[in-house]
């Protein structure tokens, strides 16, 4: 959550408060959604990455994936938050990217169990 404590942290990185933040972790109904809703209440657009999230039951992942996109968070992928961040193939580590990214993931079913909507991004 958007403790004081990270609050210190962001703006000793980002000097006061950032215009986006990307978010994974454990127990994606609690942590992370939690921590997403205490962002955007703040202002700060959050980008969820999908397949970095994981709660005990997939349900659980799979339902506050939902009520995040409905607050407002953009869900996406792994692959495509590297991608955005890279911006384009002209950026000098975009190969040793792509290698690590070509074999295909483990598929983490975000569709099969009741998430609805596609998991794009614009960084």
Same mark, same amino acid.
């Given at each position: 959550?958007?403790?004081?404590?990270?609050?210190?942290?962001? &703006?000793?990185? /980002?000097?006061? &408060?950032?215009?986006?933040?990307?978010?994974?972790?454990?127990?994606?109904?609690? /942590?992370?959604?939690?921590?997403? $809703?205490?962002?955007?209440?703040?202002? $700060?657009?959050?980008?969820?990455?999908?397949?970095? /999230?994981?709660?005990?039951?997939?349900?659980?992942?799979?339902?506050?994936?939902?009520?995040?996109?409905d607050a407002g968070?953009?869900?996406?992928?792994?692959?495509?938050?590297?991608?955005?961040?890279?911006?384009?193939?002209?950026?000098? &580590?975009?190969?040793?990217?792509?290698?690590?990214?070509?074999?295909?993931?483990v598929d983490m079913?975000?569709?099969k169990s009741g998430?609805?909507?596609?998991?794009?991004?614009?960084?």
């Amino acid at each position: 959550m958007l403790v004081p404590e990270l609050e210190n942290k962001i &703006k000793a990185i /980002c000097g006061e &408060k950032p215009c986006d933040v990307v978010l994974y972790g454990l127990e994606t109904h609690v /942590c992370v959604e939690q921590t997403a $809703i205490d962002f955007l209440n703040n202002g $700060i657009n959050v980008y969820i990455v999908a397949d970095c /999230c994981t709660s005990r039951l997939n349900q659980d992942r799979d339902l506050a994936l939902n009520r995040l996109r409905d607050a407002g968070c953009v869900i996406t992928t792994s692959e495509s938050i590297i991608f955005n961040l890279l911006r384009d193939k002209n950026n000098p &580590k975009f190969d040793t990217i792509r290698k690590l990214v070509n074999p295909p993931s483990v598929d983490m079913q975000l569709s099969k169990s009741g998430s609805s909507g596609s998991t794009t991004s614009k960084l």
